[in-house]
Antibody, heavy 120, light 106 residues
Framework: EVQLVQSGAEVKKPGESLKISCKDSGYSFTSYWIGWVRQMPGKGLEWMGIIYPGDSDTRYSPSFQGQVTISADKSISTAYLQWSSLKASDTAMYYC?????????????WGQGTLVTVSS | SYELTQPPSVSVSPGQTASITCSGDKLGDKYACWYQQKPGQSPVLVIYQDNKRPSGIPERFSGSNSGNTATLTISGTQAMDEADYYCQAWDTSTVVFGAGTKLTVL
């Protein structure tokens, strides 16, 4: 069974750095793209970007380019989403998602979400 | 930038048919998919490539996509279908989500 297991909730202060993770199980990690989706409190879904762990090809939404870094370590089947300096507006639930093709694919599996709270 | 427009809310009586639309410029030339999200849960894919159902999704969920509009149809709507629904498509190499539609079953 395919599972995307994300790291636990985080509470951070503005200006701090953070790296959250998404570990796959049950499929070939290097054969699919892994993306990240943000959901701010009470709001809709926003696509942040995507990575192909097989060769680390990474694409970003224009809205998130330069704001976050997406990476992956295929040796441990884990993808990451990273901030160098958090803002209060980064408070949100973050989901990792799996997709078969870029562009044109669909997100067939979702992680359970990682809640990030940024507050002074 | 490309936009997908959904109605903020749709209401339906139990057992009736619910239709949720998603509009975008020449959306019919792209693949559309739909996700269901219940409170406190991760979204779930319910329709992909316009009209295909993933394994485990009930047959009452169906989809279509033509012209500028994709439609998610839920036949014989049940109380358990009450949720937020999001459409999604690709614009070149960028993913676009609709703002979501809250389906109320009353």
């Amino acid at each position: 069974e395919v599972q995307l297991v994300q790291s636990g909730a985080e509470v951070k202060k503005p200006g701090e750095s953070l790296k959250i993770s998404c570990k796959d199980s049950g499929y070939s990690f290097t054969s699919y793209w892994i993306g990240w989706v943000r959901q701010m409190p009470g709001k809709g879904l926003e696509w942040m970007g995507i990575i192909y762990p097989g060769d680390s090809d990474t694409r970003y939404s224009p809205s998130f380019q330069g704001q976050v870094t997406i990476s992956a370590d295929k040796s441990i089947s884990t993808a990451y989403l990273q901030w160098s300096s958090l803002k209060a507006s980064d408070t949100a639930m973050y989901y990792c998602v799996r997709t078969t093709t870029v562009p044109g694919g669909y997100f067939d599996y979702w992680g359970q979400g990682t809640l990030v709270t940024v507050s002074s | 930038s490309y936009e997908l427009t959904q109605p903020p809310s749709v209401s339906v009586s139990p057992g009736q048919t619910a239709s949720i639309t998603c509009s975008g410029d020449k959306l019919g030339d792209k693949y559309a998919c739909w996700y269901q999200q219940k409170p406190g849960q991760s979204p779930v894919l319910v329709i992909y490539q316009d009209n295909k159902r993933p394994s485990g999704i009930p047959e009452r969920f169906s989809g279509s996509n033509s012209g500028n509009t994709a439609t998610l149809t839920i036949s014989g709507t049940q109380a358990m279908d009450e949720a937020d629904y999001y459409c999604q498509a690709w614009d070149t190499s960028t993913v676009v989500f609709g703002a979501g539609t809250k389906l109320t079953v009353l």
